[in-house]
């Protein structure tokens, strides 16, 4: 089935050409399926690059999956057209009585900032309480995934001595995990942040945050993807989602501006100098999973109430 997104968003003509199954929405208005109404957060700068990202992995599923995009209103965007953002977004404050099926807050380059000086950072913590009851589930992703783990857990982020910048291999923290089905026993994921979160910090905590991947960065371990025991939020402290040249893209871009700028580790092949990825499978089942496992399978059918009632309850 397909992923609903307007037929004149970039996104739109970039899958279509990949051939994967996109369907405009007037065309999913004459058909009665239930859809699922996915919110996404989007405040990575680059936004049209990081729609088709997501896009894309959202469209590798069975079912007909509607996007709605946001971005903060109380931050000025300067690295993408306001045509763009005035036809294809929304902003919080018009959504904030609607209910969601699934929500994804993406990264953002503020990572060095303190949270409390970011300066949407009192708008981004009202979407964040939004989406203990309007909203069923909730990716959080990178610099999203430190935000809402300081926001609702106290667990802080803190400084590495050089950027963790490239393509790590990666391990599962538990043998049985639907959001893991498929994915095999050594992966990798990108990794491109200059902060991490003490294992530590994440193992102790008293609502018991539960690891899901780990890594090792040659020093210490890192968690990359954890969850909550309720699967109502999910963190993943990397870049799944990222394309073919993503980091290239990064390092081209900073090597330009300074000098210390880390090389991508295991991203490039040394003897052709192009990039094999070797992520896209991983992220494909990871957004599969979580679709089937942690939305659909759990999400009411009926939006009518104002507040999120799961099946079950």
């Known amino acids: 089935m397909p992923i609903i997104i307007p037929k004149e968003i970039p996104a739109y003509q970039k899958l279509k050409d990949e051939n994967i199954f996109v369907m405009s929405t007037n065309r999913s208005s004459t058909q009665d399926i239930r859809v699922l109404n996915i919110l ?54 018009k959504i904030k009585d609607k209910n969601f099926d699934a929500m994804i807050v993406t990264g953002a380059p503020v990572e060095q900032i303190p949270f409390e000086e970011v300066d949407y950072w009192n708008e981004l913590k009202e979407i964040f309480e939004f989406s203990r009851n309007h909203v069923t ?16 857990y ?18 599962k923290s538990v043998e049985y995990e639907p959001l893991l089905n498929g994915i095999d026993d050594i992966f990798y994921i990108p990794q491109s942040r200059h902060t991490y979160n003490k294992e530590s910090d994440l193992l102790a905590h008293p609502d018991k945050l539960i690891p899901l991947v780990h890594f090792n960065d040659g020093k210490e371990s890192h968690t990359t993807i954890l969850k909550t025991p309720d699967n109502k939020q999910l963190f993943i402290l990397g870049h799944i989602e990222y394309d ?50 942690y939305v659909y399978q759990v999400t009411p059918y009926d939006f009518k109430n104002p507040t999120i009632k799961f099946k079950g309850e």
């Open 137 to 152: 589930t909730t990716m959080f992703i990178c610099w999203g995934a430190q935000a809402a783990l300081y926001h609702f």
């Open 154 to 171: 106290g667990i802080d982020k803190y400084p590495l001595d050089k950027k963790l910048f490239g393509v790590f291999k990666h391990k």
């Open 40 to 93: 996404i957060l989007n405040l990575m700068p680059t936004k049209i690059e990081t729609e088709t990202q997501l896009a894309r992995l959202l469209a590798n599923s069975s079912l007909q999956i509607e996007v709605t995009f946001i971005v903060p209103k109380t931050h000025e965007v300067k690295n993408t057209a306001k045509s763009h953002l005035d036809k294809f977004y929304t902003t919080f404050d």
């Open 244 to 293: 073919k040249y993503t980091l290239k893209g990064e390092y081209d871009r900073d090597k330009g501006k300074r000098d210390d700028v880390p090389y991508p580790c295991n991203y490039f092949n040394t003897e052709t100098g192009d990039v094999d990825v070797l992520w896209r499978s991983t992220a494909n089942l990871i957004y599969y999973n979580w679709l089937n496992y």
